[in-house]
């Protein structure tokens, strides 16, 4: 997990009474959970057109597939 703000890279404190993490410099309170996310984003790789095309490819079957479910 960041030991790090993922706003303005300051140092994080945990604050037992509350269980949040906070910033040194800029106070910005974080959970677990979301210092978990910004880790996890951190090592995502950019979507490529490839990926957006796939992506729209599947939006568009599911839509389809579902409207034909409420026809019958």
């Known amino acids: 997990m960041p030991s790090y703000c993922t706003d303005c890279g300051g140092e994080l404190v945990w604050d037992r009474k509350i269980r949040m993490h906070s910033c040194?410099?800029?106070?910005?309170?974080?959970?677990?959970?979301?210092?978990?996310?910004?880790?996890?984003?951190?090592?995502?790789?950019?979507?490529?057109?490839?990926?957006?095309?796939?992506r729209r490819h599947s939006d568009y079957l599911d839509?389809?597939?579902s409207s034909k479910k409420k026809r019958e």
């Open 63 to 65: 839509w389809w597939t």
């Open 24 to 54: 040194k410099s800029c106070g910005t309170m974080f959970t677990e959970a979301q210092l978990s996310e910004a880790q996890d984003r951190r090592f995502e790789r950019p979507e490529d057109d490839e990926d957006r095309r796939r």
